[in-house]
C-alpha cells in the first residue's frame, strides 16, 4: 500500500499563494493516481486535484485557474500550487493515493485508500 505525507500549507492573506507537497512511498507509484482534497470546519471533504497515472490533470470547479497540480516521478511527490487564495479555501487538506483497480471516478472519495495527515491552510481577509 503506498503511504503520503503532506507538508506545506500555512497561514496567508487573500490573494495570497501557497505551494503544498506531498511525499509518496510504496510500491509501484506510477500505476497510482494522486490527488489533494480539502475539508473546511463543518463540511465534508471535497476533491481538490488529481494527477492520474496517465499523466493527466483534474480540478475541482471551484480551484479550477487558480490551483495546478504537479508530479514528480523521480522524487514520488506531488505538489499543489494554490495562487489567488480566497478565505474559502481554508481548510484542511489532504493527499491521497488512489485504489487504481476502484470503479469510483477519480474526482471521488471513494477511489482513495490512502490518506495523509492533512495540513492546515488558512487564508485570512
Known amino acids: 500500500q503506498v503511504q503520503v505525507v503532506e507538508s506545506g500549507g500555512g497561514s496567508v492573506e487573500v490573494g495570497g499563494s501557497l505551494r503544498l507537497s506531498c511525499a509518496a512511498s510504496?510500491?509501484?507509484?506510477?500505476?497510482?493516481?494522486l490527488a489533494w482534497f480539502r475539508q473546511a470546519p463543518g463540511a465534508e471533504r471535497e476533491f481538490v486535484a488529481a494527477f492520474s497515472f496517465e499523466n493527466r490533470t483534474y480540478y475541482g470547479t471551484s480551484v479550477k485557474g487558480r490551483f495546478t497540480i504537479s508530479r514528480d516521478h523521480v522524487k514520488n511527490t506531488v505538489s499543489l500550487q494554490m495562487n489567488s487564495l480566497k478565505p474559502e479555501d481554508t481548510a484542511v487538506y489532504y493527499c491521497?493515493?488512489?485504489?487504481?483497480?476502484?470503479?469510483?471516478?477519480?474526482?471521488?472519495?471513494?477511489?482513495?485508500?490512502?490518506w495523509g495527515r492533512g495540513t492546515q491552510v488558512t487564508v485570512s481577509s
Open positions: 491521497a493515493a488512489d485504489n487504481p483497480r476502484s470503479l469510483s471516478t477519480i474526482i471521488r472519495l471513494d477511489r482513495y485508500n490512502s
Open positions: 510504496g510500491r509501484a507509484l506510477s500505476s497510482h493516481a
